[in-house]
């Protein structure tokens, strides 16, 4: 098995011109046959012709005049018949035509056959013979009788083969010498960049990403090299946020884990005074929960990630949702005295209903969060002729402009000197985000700092229905 591509080429090369040059000395020596005997024909028939005329002329006057006068045709055999031979030439050169030929001649067909010496027996019915042919019976009459004149050529067959082959040989032979040296040339040209990329392949294998495809081309290679270029970069920014994500997920699970860990030592050596052991024990707990929503938040992002999350529509009252959410969170805003407004009326969504739960509650939470006390926040439903727009406002601390692109990352945190107060992950948007994806569904985001934040999903109605 041949596994170099140079190989490949060099030899796919040389059986395509091998293949090539043999089809073309096929077909020019079949054309040139072809031609060939097609000349011979016509010339046959002219020769033929001129004796007839000639015959016509002299032959009630002086046969011997007709015959030195034929002797002026060169390189034909000429013999006339009615029914038995009367002429000839060259007088010493009788081609043995059968009689049953003869017969059919003077019957009035023109009749061409292959070969003198073995001519086939005659349909008299078909005077049509093979299309190759070196002898011509004509018929004529001159007065009431019947004549019947053979032409054969006494010439080599048509056309110097052995010349034309030679020809076509040196031919195949330049071809396949200059074709091989060029194609060797070229075959570099080609295989060059397939090594360079197989290299940077090698190298992105161990791990190296500063790997740089650049050739001046505009070809198929070029365009590959290319892709991989732009595969490399995708790759280097996947890895980046891998490591990141590493990070990210280690650094929030350490920091529970310390607290749970010293407030533990600290309970089980007995160094805690009674009246703080509860508080402790609190803060455990606390500390805990919040190990089980990251873990929580990273299995769902995970599900949602895959191709085989459970995604079912169905169609139910959206406001009934949100009322129930915002019951679900009542502690939380009861406890900031936040002032929740709900401005929608009775609307149905054909989607999935537990995972819009999700978004929902992750907007609500998030406003609740940021929202300082005695704050406010409005829900509110519109339904357009294309779309439903659902909108969370918040008076909280709002979002700087220059942050509000990159709030949908995962662990991306807004204030993140007051993560620990608010017990986030980081990870509530990027499911929003990855939810409303799977529903062909956009959220918008206005904020500005100190002035609140505006969060609306539109969903558009083909999206839904």
Same mark, same amino acid.
Not at 136 to 153: C, D, M, N, R
Not at 156 to 183: D, T, W
Not at 321 to 344: D, G, H, M, Y
Not at 432 to 458: C, M, N, P, R, Y
């Given at each position: 098995?041949?596994?170099?591509?140079?190989?490949?080429?060099?030899?796919?090369?040389?059986?395509?011109?091998?293949?090539?040059?043999?089809?073309?000395?096929?077909?020019?020596?079949?054309?040139?046959?072809?031609?060939?005997?097609?000349?011979?024909?016509?010339?046959?028939?002219?020769?033929?012709?001129?004796?007839?005329?000639?015959?016509?002329?002299?032959?009630?006057?002086?046969?011997?005049?007709?015959?030195?006068?034929?002797?002026?045709?060169?390189?034909?055999?000429?013999?006339?018949?009615?029914?038995?031979?009367?002429?000839?030439?060259?007088?010493?050169?009788?081609?043995?035509?059968?009689?049953?030929?003869?017969?059919?001649?003077?019957?009035?067909?023109?009749?061409?056959?292959?070969?003198?010496?073995?001519?086939?027996?005659?349909?008299?019915?078909?005077?049509?013979?093979?299309?190759?042919?070196?002898?011509?019976?004509?018929?004529?009459?001159?007065?009431?009788?019947?004549?019947?004149?053979?032409?054969?050529?006494?010439?080599?067959?048509?056309?110097?083969?052995?010349?034309?082959?030679?020809?076509?040989?040196?031919?195949?032979?330049?071809?396949?010498?200059?074709?091989?040296?060029?194609?060797?040339?070229?075959?570099?040209?080609?295989?060059?960049?397939?090594?360079?990329?197989?290299?940077?392949?090698?190298?992105?294998?161990?791990?190296?990403?500063?790997?740089?495809?650049?050739?001046?081309?505009?070809?198929?290679?070029?365009?590959?090299?290319?892709?991989?270029?732009?595969?490399?970069?995708?790759?280097?920014?996947?890895?980046?946020?891998?490591?990141?994500?590493?990070?990210?997920?280690?650094?929030?699970?350490?920091?529970?884990?310390?607290?749970?860990?010293?407030?533990?030592?600290?309970?089980?050596?007995?160094?805690?005074?009674?009246?703080?052991?509860?508080?402790?024990?609190?803060?455990?707990?606390?500390?805990?929960?919040?190990?089980?929503?990251?873990?929580?938040?990273?299995?769902?992002?995970?599900?949602?990630?895959?191709?085989?999350?459970?995604?079912?529509?169905?169609?139910?009252? !959206? $406001?009934?949702?949100?009322?129930? +959410?915002? *019951?679900?969170? #009542?502690? &939380?805003?009861?406890?900031?005295?936040?002032? =929740?407004?709900?401005?929608?009326?009775?609307?149905?969504?054909?989607?999935?209903?537990?995972?819009?739960?999700?978004?929902?509650?992750?907007?609500?939470?998030?406003?609740?969060?940021?929202?300082?006390?005695?704050?406010?926040?409005?829900?509110?439903?519109?339904?357009?002729?294309?779309?439903?727009?659902?909108?969370?406002?918040?008076?909280?601390?709002?979002?700087?402009?220059?942050?509000?692109?990159?709030?949908?990352?995962?662990?991306?945190?807004?204030?993140?000197?007051?993560?620990?107060?608010?017990?986030?992950?980081?990870?509530?948007?990027?499911?929003?985000?990855?939810? !409303? $994806?799977?529903?062909?569904?956009? +959220?918008? *985001?206005?904020? #500005?700092? &100190?002035?609140?934040?505006?969060?609306?999903? =539109?969903?558009?109605?083909?999206?839904?229905?």
């Amino acid at each position: 098995m041949i596994k170099s591509l140079y190989l490949r080429i060099v030899i796919t090369f040389l059986a395509i011109v091998l293949v090539s040059v043999g089809a073309a000395f096929l077909i020019m020596s079949i054309v040139y046959t072809k031609q060939s005997n097609h000349q011979l024909r016509v010339d046959l028939q002219t020769v033929a012709t001129q004796a007839i005329a000639t015959f016509k002329q002299d032959s009630f006057h002086d046969f011997s005049n007709y015959a030195h006068t034929i002797m002026t045709v060169k390189g034909y055999s000429i013999s006339i018949y009615a029914p038995s031979l009367i002429s000839v030439y060259p007088p010493d050169h009788v081609h043995p035509i059968p009689s049953s030929l003869i017969l059919t001649v003077l019957a009035g067909h023109t009749v061409p056959v292959n070969s003198p010496m073995h001519t086939p027996n005659v349909d008299r019915q078909s005077p049509s013979f093979h299309p190759n042919f070196s002898l011509l019976g004509i018929p004529f009459t001159v007065g009431k009788t019947h004549y019947a004149l053979f032409i054969a050529s006494m010439m080599p067959p048509p056309a110097p083969k052995g010349e034309f082959f030679s020809f076509l040989n040196f031919v195949l032979i330049i071809v396949l010498l200059l074709g091989s040296l060029l194609i060797l040339i070229a075959s570099r040209y080609l295989v060059k960049p397939i090594k360079v990329m197989t290299e940077a392949t090698r190298r992105v294998a161990k791990g190296d990403f500063d790997v740089i495809i650049q050739f001046k081309r505009q070809d198929e290679i070029g365009r590959l090299a290319q892709s991989f270029t732009s595969m490399i970069h995708e790759l280097k920014q996947m890895e980046m946020m891998r490591q990141e994500f590493v990070s990210n997920v280690s650094h929030e699970i350490q920091s529970p884990l310390t607290s749970i860990q010293g407030f533990s030592r600290a309970l089980q050596e007995g160094i805690v005074p009674l009246n703080d052991q509860e508080r402790y024990l609190a803060m455990i707990v606390s500390e805990s929960d919040r190990l089980s929503r990251l873990s929580d938040n990273l299995l769902r992002l995970a599900s949602l990630d895959s191709d085989h999350h459970p995604f079912h529509r169905t169609s139910y009252r !959206l $406001d009934e949702q949100l009322r129930r +959410i915002v *019951v679900a969170t #009542e502690p &939380q805003w009861v406890n900031k005295n936040l002032e =929740i407004e709900l401005l929608f009326t009775k609307t149905m969504i054909f989607a999935d209903q537990d995972l819009l739960e999700q978004v929902w509650m992750n907007l609500l939470v998030n406003a609740i969060r940021y929202t300082p006390v005695g704050g406010k926040i409005t829900i509110r439903i519109e339904q357009t002729s294309t779309s439903l727009r659902i909108a969370f406002h918040d008076t909280g601390q709002g979002i700087a402009k220059e942050e509000l692109e990159t709030i949908f990352e995962r662990f991306y945190k807004v204030d993140k000197s007051r993560t620990r107060s608010h017990g986030g992950s980081g990870l509530g948007l990027s499911i929003v985000k990855k939810i !409303l $994806d799977l529903h062909q569904a956009k +959220i918008e *985001v206005q904020s #500005e700092v &100190q002035q609140g934040s505006l969060f609306t999903v =539109i969903i558009d109605h083909t999206a839904t229905s």
